[in-house]
Structure formats: C-alpha cells, structure tokens
C-alpha cells in the first residue's frame, strides 16, 4: 500500500508539472499573437514620408503607414514630407497596430506619443488620403486641410503619387 502512495505522489508532481508547463505555453502563445496586432518599437529610418525602418527587439519591419499616400520622393513636397516624418519619429518609440502583415513588411497605423501619424500627416496637408476604402476620419482631416490650403494643397494641380508612380513604370 505504501509503494502505491508514494508512485500516486510522484504521478501527482507530473501531473502537475504537465499542467504548469502547459498553461505557460498557453500563456505565451496568447502573447505572441497579440504582439502580432499591436508593437512597439524604435523607428530607425524614415525611408520617405510613409514607410518607416521600425526595430522590435532584435527585428527590423519595414512599416508603410495605413490610410494615407505621401508624395515619392522625386514630387514636389517629397522630400519635406520625409523630412517632417523623420523630425516625427527618427531615433523615437513608437506603437504600430498592425493592420496587414506580409513577412518583414506591415501596414500599420502608427503613434508617436499617443498622436497618429496617419492623422498628422493628412490634417497637414503632407499626404493623399485614398478615395477608395478611406478611413472616413482621415478624409475628413484631408478636406479640410485642402479648404484651407496648407501642404501640397496649395499647388495649383499636385500629383497624387499613385499617378506618378503609374507614369514612370
């Protein structure tokens, strides 16, 4: 009877390590995936007013910033748009919430101490707010920045990227 007691113990120890080791996998699991939605990181490049080089613990993602189109380097307002994204976030944490993911590249929407990026730029005048699938907060911010003009709204007839990017390829 004794030998039975002590081999149900060990059992119970087993049982538990089992147990333990099984809710710490859960538990980790569920946190992978989460950080798969939401990250935080240190933007280290600015490769143009809307694609960032972001650093999450020991990866680098190359981050293109959801809901706006910013002028290519080559148009007017291009390079100051970089310019103004880079004064942003260059060197600076930032929190990314995933929108789509495609290997090391994601659209994301991105905030610099609690301001979205996406907003800023479209408020501003610095990017194009697509008309399809628009995210209706940031063409709201758009209109309003080509009524007053300020950015590249107060070119006479500015170029949306996508046409420039048509007419060179």
């Known amino acids: 009877m004794g030998f ?3 081999d149900w113990g ?36 600015v490769v143009d007013g ?33 310019s103004f994204v880079r004064s942003m976030v260059q060197g600076r944490r930032v929190d990314i919430e995933v929108i789509e993911s495609d290997g090391d590249t994601v659209r994301a929407r991105v905030t610099i101490d609690g301001t979205d990026l996406s907003e800023m730029l479209a408020s501003r005048g610095l990017a194009w707010v697509p008309e399809h699938g628009a995210d209706s907060e940031l063409a709201e911010l758009s209109a309003k920045a080509k009524e007053f003009p300020c950015g590249l709204w107060m070119d006479p007839d500015p170029e949306p990227p996508w046409e420039f990017r048509a007419a060179r390829s």
């Open 10 to 45: 060990n059992d119970m120890k087993q049982n538990w390590t089992l147990l333990v080791t099984f809710v710490a996998v859960c538990v980790l699991a569920g946190g992978a995936l989460a950080g798969q939605d939401g990250m935080t990181g240190k933007c280290v490049k």
């Open 50 to 82: 809307d694609t960032l080089i972001i650093k999450c613990d020991e990866d680098r993602r190359t981050v293109e910033i959801d809901g706006v189109d910013a002028p290519e380097l080559d148009q007017p307002w291009g390079k100051e748009v970089r």
């Open 4 to 6: 039975q007691s002590k």
